[in-house]
């Protein structure tokens, strides 16, 4: 992986109008889908993000590519900022950056075959090469057969209308994929064939990935760095094996306690975060830490009132949460009834957050 990022994204927002009214409508507020993001993204390296149902994930992945217009910020692909490029320069560095979706029946026209889906891009970036070589040649490397060229989507199990989708994303030998949620839609069977089609491709390619997904085993095991989301922001960024090994962030200790165990006497034993109340909605954002409504390990000082940065606390390794320290040193514990739904004290200490 190259030390430069290929991707650098600074103070990201994306904020949806709400209107009211009827004939003269007002604008009554926003919904804040990306509420100010920084991240880098190296190239060759896989970058992923986790995160509730809505909380943002997608509409950052579409940001970057311009597919929804940013409220605010900056977002540098390869030196350029895209932000600020006209119609025709956008068109030519779409080429460069690409995009898998998350419903691979959804993305694909059912009115265009195999060969027609695959031969648009390359028509509309003026390839001069041979196409009908070059769809083959992409057929092949998703693992499908040259007849499938005649074929339509209807035809296609949900898997194999992925790898189409695949392909028309890698058509044009674009550096920076961005996969929403690519194997949510497949079934089980089918989806760790999906995700090691994509590891293979990044090997011989030299893509770059941006992996949105809420099943943090398949993110686990396809990223470098993790970047997880809460309402809009990221509120904590690592390696893959250190979020893993240490969650810091008492959002991020709560999604990794959901984790199945695959050992019935640790899966018993083992004391699991449990989250109360509801998501707060992006229109109106909790004032200071805007996950301390919900957070096991909120303070009465700090939380409520002043919003947190994300920080890094050591190389490589950012949280956005006042007492990150504490936590990992154990002085701070999650109150009980984050562990017994039915207790009603808030803020009594635990044994141990991590057992």
Not at 213 to 218: F, I, K, P, W
Not at 239 to 265: C, G, R, W
Not at 285 to 298: E, I, K, L, S, Y
Request: proline share 8%; aromatic share 4%.
């Amino acid at each position: 992986m190259s030390p430069e990022p290929l991707l650098s994204v600074r103070g990201l927002k994306v904020h949806f109008p709400v209107r009211k009214g009827v004939l003269l409508q007002r604008v009554a507020g926003h919904v804040r889908a990306v509420d100010g993001v920084d991240l880098d993204v190296r190239r060759g390296m896989t970058y992923g993000l986790v995160g509730e149902s809505g909380c943002g994930k997608s509409t950052l992945g579409k940001a970057v590519l311009r597919l929804v217009e940013p409220t605010a910020g900056t977002v540098l692909f390869d030196g350029a900022d895209v932000g600020t490029l006209g119609p025709e320069r956008m068109r030519l560095l779409r080429r460069h950056m690409q995009m898998i979706f998350q419903d691979p029946l959804a993305s694909l026209d059912p009115r265009q075959s195999v060969e027609s889906v695959l031969t648009e891009p390359l028509r509309a970036h003026g390839f001069t090469g041979s196409r009908p070589r070059r769809v083959r040649e992409l057929l092949d490397l998703v693992g499908l057969p040259a007849a499938a060229a005649g074929r339509y989507p209807h035809e296609f199990s949900g898997g194999q209308r992925q790898r189409v989708g695949i392909a028309r994303a890698i058509a044009l030998n674009p550096a920076l994929i961005i996969a929403d949620e690519p194997v949510s839609a497949l079934d089980v069977s089918i989806q760790a064939q999906i995700v090691n089609l994509l590891e293979d491709l990044q090997e011989q390619l030299g893509l770059t990935y941006i992996v949105v997904a809420h099943d943090l085993a398949v993110v686990r095991h396809v990223s470098d760095v993790i970047g997880v989301m809460y309402l809009g922001a990221l509120v904590e960024e690592a390696s893959s094996d250190e979020l893993y090994a240490e969650p810091l962030h008492p959002y991020t200790i709560a999604l990794m306690s959901a984790i199945p165990i695959p050992d019935p006497e640790v899966e018993e034993r083992r004391r699991r975060i449990l989250l109360t109340g509801d998501l707060p909605s992006p229109v109106d954002v909790p004032a200071g830490c805007r996950f301390h409504t919900r957070c096991p390990f909120r303070r009465p000082e700090r939380c409520a009132d002043e919003p947190p940065e994300l920080r890094e606390i050591r190389p490589g390794r950012k949280v956005a949460c006042h007492w990150a320290e504490e936590i990992a040193a154990g002085s701070i514990q999650a109150a009980a009834s984050a562990h017994d739904p039915t207790a009603t004290e808030v803020g009594t200490p635990v044994t141990s957050a991590w057992t």
